[in-house]
């Protein structure tokens, strides 16, 4: 049981250093690893979900202070933090209603065919100039609202990409879908909560330990990078979590 617990709490580190530096991938990767080990779907999900209240809110003020960013100043960044949280909160809610009827593979099949397309997008339009957009950002958030709920992950990969696609700052991006994620998740948690119960308490303090550990780590690697380099480095993050979730899946 040690070695299980210890094993979950690196994993959980390493995957929420990526995460929170990349802007996506603790859900999306994590989910599919734990189901592979044997636990059941929902106490997955739902340890995940609770993990990213604490993160999501903690690597967004330290990656807020770290790099300067003062989201809350800046006009753009605010509406696109308050867009996130209104529709991604409305679409999480529709979301459960189809939780349990949903099939598993069909849903984490669609998270990583998306992911990877977003990657690729990052890519092919990194060079092109966008024009802020309050629709494009709203689709955006009750797309990553529903993946979060559906399937404990598929939120920060497309909330990342899709707004650096649109011609956010990268550092600001991680930023907005760190605090925009967590607060889905707790409405999300609580609907888990709520159907279901309390998650496998070891699995979730193990996810937990190793998640919180690992956000200084990310604000700091994500401070000392330069807008242009994290721009590359997040695409081709996006691509391998993508391809990752897709072998891993298939394989399974």
Not at 17 to 31: A, Q
Request: net charge neutral.
């Amino acid at each position: 049981m040690f070695e299980l617990i210890l094993w979950l709490v690196v994993l959980s580190f390493v995957m929420e250093t990526i995460d929170s530096t990349l802007g996506g991938g603790f859900g999306t990767v994590l989910s599919p690893l734990l189901l592979i080990v044997g636990y059941e779907p929902v106490a997955v999900v739902s340890s995940i979900l609770f993990s990213e209240i604490l993160t999501g809110f903690l690597v967004g003020v330290m990656h807020d202070r770290a790099s300067s960013l003062n989201i809350l100043r800046v006009r753009e960044s605010k509406l696109t933090l308050a867009i996130f949280l209104v529709s991604g909160l409305a679409a999480s809610l529709f979301a459960m209603l189809f939780v349990v009827a949903l099939d598993p593979f069909l849903v984490k099949l669609y998270i990583g065919i998306l992911v990877v397309v977003m990657g690729f997008l990052m890519l092919y339009n990194r060079n092109a100039e966008r024009v802020f957009s309050l629709r494009i950002v709203g689709a955006l958030g009750a797309l990553c609202g529903f993946n979060k709920a559906i399937s404990g992950g598929g939120y920060g990969p497309i909330a990342t990409s899709g707004q650096i696609v649109g011609g956010a700052d990268p550092k600001a991006s991680v930023a907005i879908t760190s605090i925009s994620e967590a607060a889905i998740c707790v409405v999300s948690f609580a609907s888990y909560y709520l159907l279901f119960g309390l998650p496998n308490i070891d699995l979730l303090a193990s996810i937990v330990i190793g998640a919180v550990i690992a956000t200084p780590v990310s604000a700091f690697m994500v401070s000392k990078s330069s807008k242009r380099n994290l721009t590359h480095l997040i695409a081709v993050g996006v691509i391998i979590i993508g391809i990752v979730t897709l072998w891993r899946l298939l394989l399974g």
